[in-house]
């Protein structure tokens, strides 16, 4: 504990109060992207090898093998497309289905704008602290009057800049994070769109017998 604290005041001697704000932002950010992998693992997100199956067997007609796929995956897109499945077809339920999934997506993406905050905000808390960390350098500069020390300057101007670089390096790669994110949720709406716009409308050679086949199975 004694070394945590030092280790603090280190940090508040050398940047201010602006570099323990973004020490601060850094660890939440982090704790962010920990968890957010954590959840996509869990839910499986981008790993959609047995849905795919799915629907290619409900497109070609093939419901027993569809459904079939679709008990082996535990992704949590599963329901959406049991629902979509296996209940007779409807504007209804498409729009049923369509919620659910957003739904899903949204809880998925929670967390992604804290941390684009944080990408957009730590730059603009170190240019803050850099000419707070300036006028601080300029008022000693006045102080001493005639007799300037360029090294009182410098290591003023040194100290302010640092928090521009704090800043810098907390938002750069939360801003790389933060698109990849952002980019693996886009890909996952695609699938779900492609994926339902399947199941509601089958190829014309198959849909007649998935039809009648969803009937029965969805009384």
């Given at each position: 504990?004694?070394?945590?604290?030092?280790?603090?005041?280190?940090?508040?001697?050398?940047?201010?109060?602006?570099?323990?704000?973004?020490?601060?932002t850094s660890v939440l950010a982090t704790a962010l992207v920990l968890y957010k992998i954590w959840q996509y693992q869990i839910a499986r997100v981008g790993r959609h090898r047995q849905l795919s199956?799915?629907?290619?067997?409900?497109?070609?007609?093939?419901?027993?093998?569809?459904?079939?796929?679709?008990?082996?995956?535990?992704?949590?897109?599963?329901?959406?497309?049991?629902?979509?499945?296996?209940?007779?077809?409807?504007?209804?339920?498409?729009?049923?289905?369509?919620?659910?999934?957003?739904?899903?997506?949204?809880?998925?993406?929670?967390?992604?704008?804290?941390?684009?905050?944080?990408?957009?905000?730590?730059?603009?808390?170190?240019?803050?602290?850099?000419?707070?960390?300036?006028?601080?350098?300029f008022k000693k500069l006045e102080a001493a009057g005639s007799s300037v020390d360029p090294s009182m300057l410098a290591g003023g101007i040194w100290v302010a800049l640092f928090t521009t670089a704090?800043?810098?390096?907390?938002?750069?790669?939360?801003?790389?994070?933060?698109?990849?994110?952002?980019?693996?949720?886009?890909?996952?709406?695609?699938?779900?769109?492609?994926?339902?716009?399947?199941?509601?409308?089958?190829?014309?050679?198959?849909?007649?017998?998935?039809?009648?086949?969803?009937?029965?199975?969805?009384?």
């Amino acid at each position: 504990m004694t070394m945590i604290q030092s280790a603090l005041l280190q940090v508040l001697d050398l940047g201010g109060p602006v570099v323990l704000v973004l020490l601060a932002t850094s660890v939440l950010a982090t704790a962010l992207v920990l968890y957010k992998i954590w959840q996509y693992q869990i839910a499986r997100v981008g790993r959609h090898r047995q849905l795919s199956l799915a629907v290619d067997a409900w497109d070609r007609g093939d419901v027993s093998q569809a459904l079939a796929n679709l008990q082996q995956t535990k992704s949590y897109l599963a329901p959406v497309l049991h629902m979509a499945l296996t209940q007779p077809p409807s504007r209804k339920l498409s729009d049923r289905t369509e919620a659910e999934a957003e739904a899903r997506f949204s809880r998925l993406e929670q967390g992604l704008g804290t941390l684009d905050l944080i990408a957009q905000l730590a730059p603009l808390l170190g240019l803050f602290g850099t000419v707070l960390g300036m006028i601080e350098a300029f008022k000693k500069l006045e102080a001493a009057g005639s007799s300037v020390d360029p090294s009182m300057l410098a290591g003023g101007i040194w100290v302010a800049l640092f928090t521009t670089a704090a800043g810098l390096a907390v938002a750069m790669p939360t801003s790389m994070v933060l698109s990849w994110l952002t980019a693996r949720m886009q890909r996952e709406r695609v699938f779900a769109n492609r994926a339902l716009s399947t199941v509601f409308a089958p190829t014309a050679a198959s849909a007649s017998k998935v039809e009648e086949l969803r009937a029965v199975y969805g009384s």
